[in-house]
């Protein structure tokens, strides 16, 4: 009886170490940062509790979300809702005011904003679709984007069995969008295990008023999403092991898996430069070190430029990188005629001239 005891105890033991070093490798717990300076970078007037997603319109105008309070995440002002911002990249020195917030049924309190899209109708009607996290929730914010009055319409709040645990959006239309479910389960403590685990259970949904279906699944935390500037491939990042896939989409909103490109990086959220194509990912370098918060050990910072994706050989080239000094825990990058604007997930955001 002793024998079996420790027979299975040993067996126990050894499962236990081999998670342990796969829960280690898929956060690159052990990496360090070899920084790649850029020389002309401000951090952003006014941002300090965050900038999770954005989004830059064509002329310019930057939409940030602020505010996020993720589970098991850093959150260095847990009282305050989070809000949406503005920021007008063709000023020389932009800094970012916030946009009043409309609708007699939306409640401003429980605000918590994770990814952002929009979509600009016909008529040029910017909509703006906000993933929300009120109470531990998951649900999508639709809002009208009103330049002139420097303010969002809500106009609708939507709820679905498979919008569980939304992290990431792309608008395909006013109601109409694909969304990262980041996790399977929702309570936290399943939602840990699943996670340490490594049961790539999570998946991607197409949702339209019509029509609700998972599209893709099978991720070890499926996070960001954005489209080709054509229109005809998404792309998703897979964090935590450490990939963007790339897949073909058809008119019945159903995907195709094409390929995937592998990174030494945790990738967040992914924006598209809809003059060239290229991505720009916001990435963590050491992702223990944005999941487990140490003041003496700060996350660090990181954005990719992948050119020519689908080609056979993308090049990959570290724009930025930096240890945590000046930025904690980049989430996303976007550029703008020759401006790049990194956000965080709960920090600071900077502004570089390239």
Known sequence: MAKLVLTLLGLAMTCFKDHQSSYQKRL???????????PNCNLV?????????????????????????????????????????????NEED?????LRISGSKFNMSSFNPHGISTFTDEDNTVYLLVVNHPDAKSTVELFKFQKEEKSLLHLKTIRHELLPSLNDIVAVGP????ATNDHYFVDSYLRSWEVYLGLSWSYVVYYSPNEVKVVADGFDFAN????????????????????????????????????SVAFNTLVDNISVDPV??????????????IFFYDPEHVPASEVIQIQNILTEEPKVTVVYA?????????SVASVYKGKLLIGTVSHKALYCKL
């Not at 690159?28 to 850029?38: G, I, K, S």
């Not at 930096?322 to 980049?330: A, C, D, I, K, Y």
Request: hydrophobic share 35%.
């Open 28 to 38: 690159t717990a052990f990496r360090e940062v070899e920084p790649v300076d850029l």
């Open 45 to 89: 007037k006014g941002i300090e509790m965050g900038s999770e997603d954005l989004e830059i319109l064509p002329n310019g105008l930057a939409l940030i979300s602020s505010g996020l309070k993720y589970p098991g995440m850093k959150k260095f002002d847990p009282n305050m809702p989070g809000k949406i911002l503005l920021m007008d990249l």
């Open 94 to 98: 932009p800094a970012v005011l916030e």
């Open 175 to 178: 109601e109409h969008f694909y």
């Open 224 to 259: 960001g999403i954005n489209v080709s500037p054509d229109g005809k491939y998404v792309y998703i990042s897979e964090l935590l092991a450490h990939k963007i896939h790339v897949y073909e989409k058809h008119a019945n909103w159903t995907l195709t898996s094409l390929k």
């Open 276 to 289: 060239t194509g290229d991505l720009w990912v916001g990435c963590h370098p050491n992702g223990m070190r």
């Open 322 to 330: 930096e240890n945590g000094t000046v930025l904690q825990g980049s």
